[in-house]
């Protein structure tokens, strides 16, 4: 019984065994079939096919988007530019020579550089090394004898490379890249940079001759041209290399863009306010080569988004007049064509739409080039533009607070009549010295010696009489000339879409206080005038001077017209202003309109009409022979270093405002002085396309004009 379960065992065991035994050899028979058919039926197809199996990714650059002025007109753009570069292959010394040769040749037939840090030139043959250690260290790395001449140094090199050619000028050409690529370093995956912004004939012909070529690659990116020099440069901004400094900027407002270490992102202007907008979006590409670098296919694994369009306010024409005019006006001023000479310095100007609020030009001087920082600005440079005492790279129209001086007077005007502390018919006499405080004397009395007699809030206005504004502020107080100096935007940032913005100062009683004293008469006269406390950015007091234009209604100041994606669609202007209000920490504008009197309005609006139109008004030879009817107000603006800044504010036409002009100039002496600017951009913006201003002034009333 035991023996025959045994059997029955044994016999199981090597039927199992046998089974295996079946299962192994057709298992063994499969695969030897299939090496077969790899190695003999389909062995060529399979050798070259992995031969192409060398593969990389690269990188397609998104095309940035385009700053456009307000008729579409290209400020900022992205141009294609080609660029060659060279991977690690597997091929001879004579295929690698001869493709260089080839890729040198052709770049030279198109006027193109290429990399050549080969330290010996021919014809003659010259070393050049700084100095005879360097050349001396050279030699010896390079196991060239130590009393080799150029020539037999030329040669050894050539014989190192394995150059077959004779003639000496190929030579040169094959030793700048094999030297270049020896000294520098690349890989099969890492690259070095043969040529840079060549030529696009030269990146066609050496496509097509991508068979003939080991390694080489042409690389299309992007590149920034920037097609207006330094025109509105303050406002456009640069771009440069991203930092660290960026990056956690970057992240703490949210950002999760992946950059690398070489992108270029926006630094400053509207490049940096809308960096996310315009950059786009990356794309893949994917290579394949063979092992003796020959490109075998490519294809895109993700597709390139290009940034979306920015479009500007600022009118490019309007923009270019005013900052001719601006730096115009300073050299006029500098160079004695007023009847006195100062030593003007930088100045601005800002140039809105009284309706709407956009801005159609913003000048700032001096300025610099954006497109000196794409690739890295030169040390010299830089330091050019950084020990500059006038400070280029400062955004005067947005960063620069100054103390307004008699242009602030429309605001005492109208808080007085809105008080109630004076009205319209009024007429306050200007006897001299104010009495009250530390006695104030109005410019008029010190330049004659008497006052300016019985004035209305208009003929205040036109006169630029202090002692008037003096009274009416008395009268009201500090609280009340401060609660109207913030309704119309002075003081506070405008929520322009620029970094930077300066917030200004009031004159105000915690001003006082914060420093442990009590809020003098004498501080409110002094504000009533322009002076004291306030200090105020251009565009601050454009936005000012828009709103005395357009009958006191509030309005919100903005540089950016649209943003326009790459798909054609428009982002919703909702979305624009809380991008911009997140990215610059600002609060949305609920400006509460006043409602003011249209009598008020009226009292004032005349008075700036007089400033131009009166026969007292302090720019009045300024715009006695202009075909538009303007209205403005001059003002010097004494500063503690002794300087004295000239403003000029206006707007036009008259009867039906369209635009505000508002110009600064450091120690430009008189208001007077820089109405002419205002003038030129106001007959600019109309098409009247009018020559040189006239530069008489009426030397009896030639200090009338200096207010």
């Keep these: ?95 690698l020579n001869n493709s260089i040769l080839l890729m040198t040749t052709t770049l030279e037939n198109n006027g193109d550089s ?97 068979e003939e070529l080991t390694g080489v690659n042409i690389v299309i990116e992007p590149i920034r041209k920037y097609h207006v020099g330094s025109m509105a440069s303050h406002i456009v901004g640069y771009m440069g290399r991203i930092s660290d400094k960026d990056e956690k900027e970057l992240e703490k407002n949210g950002d999760s863009y992946e950059y690398q270490p070489s992108d270029k992102i926006g630094k400053t202007g509207i490049e940096k306010v809308f960096e996310e907008y315009l950059r786009g979006e990356d794309g893949i590409k994917q290579i394949d080569m063979s092992v003796d670098g020959t490109i075998t296919g490519e294809y895109t694994s993700k597709e390139a988004i290009g940034g979306a369009d920015v479009v500007l306010t600022i009118d490019s024409n309007l923009q270019k007049i005013t900052e001719n005019a601006l730096a115009a006006n300073i050299q006029k001023i500098k160079s004695g064509g007023f009847s006195q000479t100062y030593n003007a310095k930088g100045g601005a100007v800002v140039v809105t739409n009284v309706n709407t609020g956009e801005i159609l030009a913003m000048a700032s001087y001096p300025d610099y080039e954006p497109a000196l920082f794409y690739n890295g600005i030169s040390n010299e440079k830089y330091a050019e533009y950084n020990n500059n005492p006038l400070h280029p790279l400062n955004n005067r129209t947005i960063q620069s607070p100054y103390a307004p001086g008699s242009t602030f007077k429309m605001v005492t005007a109208i808080a007085a009549l809105e008080t109630g502390v004076t009205n319209t018919s009024e007429r306050i006499n200007d006897s001299g010295p104010y009495p009250a405080a530390h006695n104030p004397r109005c410019w008029y009395y010190r330049e004659y010696g008497r006052g300016h007699g019985y004035l209305n809030v208009s003929g205040a206005l036109e006169k630029s009489c202090n002692y008037f504004f003096y009274e009416v502020s008395n009268r009201m107080g500090i609280d009340n000339l401060e609660k109207y100096t913030r309704y119309f935007g002075l003081g506070q940032k405008t929520g322009i879409e620029l ?97 003011i009197n249209e009598a008020t309005m009226n009292a004032v609006l005349q008075g700036m009409r007089a400033v131009t139109e009166g026969e007292g008004g ?74 040189q201003i006239t530069e008489n002034m009426d030397a009896e009333n030639e200090t009338e004009y200096f207010r």
């Excluded at 014989?159 to 030793?175: E, F, P, V």
């Excluded at 006695?624 to 010097?636: C, L």
């Design 618 to 691: 302090t720019a009045r030879s300024v715009f006695s022979d202009f075909n538009i009817s303007v209205g403005g107000k001059t003002g010097s603006a004494e500063t503690t270093s002794g300087d004295v800044n000239a403003w000029f504010v206006g707007f036009a036409p008259f009867e039906k405002p369209e635009i505000a002009v508002i110009i600064i100039v450091e120690n430009g002496g008189h208001g007077y002085y820089t109405a002419e600017v205002v003038r030129e951009i106001i007959a600019e913006y109309f098409g009247m396309n009018v020559g």
């Design 1 to 95: 019984m035991k023996q025959t379960k045994l059997n029955n065992e044994l016999e199981n065991l090597n039927f199992r065994f046998n089974v295996l035994s079946v299962i192994v050899y057709i298992i063994g028979v499969v695969i030897l079939i299939r090496l077969f058919n790899l190695q003999i039926i389909n062995g060529q197809q399979y050798r070259e096919d992995s031969n192409t199996r060398l593969s990389r990714e690269s990188t397609i650059e998104a095309a940035r988007g385009s700053i456009l002025d307000r008729s579409g007109n290209s400020l900022v753009s992205t141009d294609m530019s080609f660029s060659l570069e060279m991977y690690k292959t597997k091929v001879e010394d004579e295929q």
């Design 114 to 210: 290429y990399l050549d840090p080969f330290p010996i030139s021919i014809n003659p043959f010259e070393y050049h090394f700084d100095s005879e250690e360097a050349l001396a260290e050279w030699k010896t790395k390079y196991k060239i004898p130590e009393t080799a001449s150029a020539e037999e140094a030329f040669y050894i090199m050539r014989d190192k490379y394995k150059i077959q050619t004779d003639d000496i000028n190929d030579i040169r050409r094959i030793l700048a890249i094999r030297y270049a690529i020896t000294t520098k370093g690349y890989s099969t995956t890492k690259s070095i940079e043969i040529a840079d912004e060549i030529s696009r004939q030269s990146a066609v012909q050496l496509q097509e001759k991508g």
């Design 499 to 595: 970094y930077s913005e300066a917030s200004g100062t009031v004159a105000n009683r915690s001003i006082t206080e914060s420093k442990g004293t009590s809020w003098m008469v004498g501080d409110t006269l002094v504000a009533a005038i322009g002076q004291g406390y306030n200090n105020f950015t251009p565009v601050q007091m454009a936005k000012y001077i828009s709103m005395v234009a357009n009958g006191g209604h509030p309005i919100d100041l903005s540089i950016i017209k649209s943003v326009i994606k790459s798909d054609g669609s428009q982002v919703p202007d909702s979305e624009i202003e809380e991008f911009t209000n997140k990215k610059l920490g600002l609060e949305p504008n609920n400006a509460e309109d006043f409602n």
